[in-house]
C-alpha cells in the first residue's frame, strides 16, 4: 500500500470522527431546547412572579399576587349561623338520596351497614352497642357534636383514617348543614347550636360612635373658651376707657394752669403805658 491509500484510510478516519461530533452537538442542541420548551414551562409556572423576576434581575421587588392585590374579603365559615338559618325539609331529602342506603333514623330503627342514627347528635363516637364499628371509629373519644359531625360529613375517610364507610362526603356546605339540621331534629333534646360568630362591625360601629361622642366632650371646652373671650372683652373695653380719660383729664388740666401762668406773667395795657 502506497502513501495515497494511507491518506485515503487518514481521511476516512477524520471524516468518520467529525461526523460523529457533530451528531453529539445536533443531540444536544435539540434535547436542550425540548427540555427548556417543556421542564422550563412547567418550573416557570410553579414559582411565583416574585420568584421569577428576582431570577431574572439582580435587584427586585415583591411583587404581590393577583389574588391578594384583589381585595376581596375571604369568606368565613360560620357553622352556628348556617345551621340557625337551615333546611330541615331539603336535609331530609338528602338524606334519603345519600344516606338510608345504610342508615335508619327513626326510632328503634335497625342497624343496616352503617348504625341507626336516631338519636346520634351530641352522643358518643361508637355507641351503639350492637353495631361492629370499624377500628378507626372505636378508638376515637368524643361525641358527636355539631363540629365534629361538620368535619365527618365532609370527608369520612380524612376525619378517620382507615373507616370502613365508603361514602365519600357531602362537599357543598347548604347540603351537609340541612343533613346535620336534620339529624338534631330527630334527636330528643339535642344540644343548642352554636352561637353565631360575632359580626366586626357591630364593633367598628360602637369604636365611632365612641369617637363622636368624645369629639363632642371635647369641643365644650372650646365653647367654654370663646365665653371666657368675650369676657375678657368687655372687662378690657372699661379699662381702656377708664385710662383715656384720666388722660385727657391730665390734659385739660396741663392746659389751664399754662394759660393761669402765661396771664400773670403778661403785662397788661395800663403797665405798658406807664413805662
Request: aromatic share 6%; charged share 25%.
Amino acid at each position: 500500500m502506497g502513501e495515497l491509500g494511507l491518506n485515503k484510510i487518514f481521511g476516512a478516519l477524520l471524516a468518520t470522527a467529525l461526523g460523529l461530533f457533530a451528531l453529539h452537538e445536533l443531540s444536544n442542541v435539540v434535547f436542550s431546547h425540548g427540555s427548556e420548551g417543556g421542564h422550563g414551562e412547567e418550573h416557570a409556572e410553579a414559582t411565583s412572579m416574585s420568584e421569577q423576576m428576582c431570577a431574572k434581575f439582580a435587584y427586585c421587588v415583591d411583587i404581590a399576587d393577583s389574588g391578594s392585590a384583589s381585595g376581596e374579603a375571604e369568606e368565613v365559615f360560620d357553622l352556628g349561623l348556617l345551621l340557625a338559618n337551615a333546611d330541615v325539609s331539603r336535609g331530609e331529602r338528602t338524606f334519603k338520596g345519600q344516606c338510608t342506603t345504610c342508615h335508619t333514623i327513626e326510632a328503634g330503627g335497625s342497624n343496616g351497614t352503617g348504625p341507626n342514627l336516631h338519636n346520634v347528635v351530641g352522643a358518643d363516637k361508637a355507641h351503639h352497642a350492637g353495631f361492629n364499628y370499624s377500628a378507626a371509629l372505636s378508638g376515637m373519644e368524643g361525641t358527636w357534636s355539631y363540629e365534629n359531625l361538620n368535619e365527618w360529613l365532609t370527608n369520612p375517610g380524612s376525619y378517620a383514617r382507615g373507616t370502613s364507610m365508603s361514602f365519600a362526603g357531602l362537599r357543598r356546605d347548604a347540603d351537609r348543614i340541612n343533613v346535620i339540621a336534620y339529624l338534631a331534629s330527630n334527636t330528643e333534646n339535642p344540644p343548642p347550636f352554636p352561637e353565631p360568630l360575632p359580626a366586626a362591625e357591630e364593633g367598628s360601629d360602637e369604636a365611632v360612635e365612641g369617637e363622636e361622642a368624645t369629639t363632642e366632650e371635647g369641643a365644650a371646652p372650646a365653647e367654654a373658651t370663646e365665653g371666657d373671650a368675650a369676657t375678657t372683652e368687655e372687662a378690657t373695653a372699661p379699662a381702656d376707657e377708664t385710662v383715656s380719660e384720666a388722660v385727657e383729664e391730665d390734659a385739660d388740666a396741663a392746659d389751664a394752669t399754662a394759660e393761669e401762668a402765661f396771664e400773670e406773667e403778661a403785662p397788661t395795657p395800663t403797665e405798658e403805658e406807664g413805662e
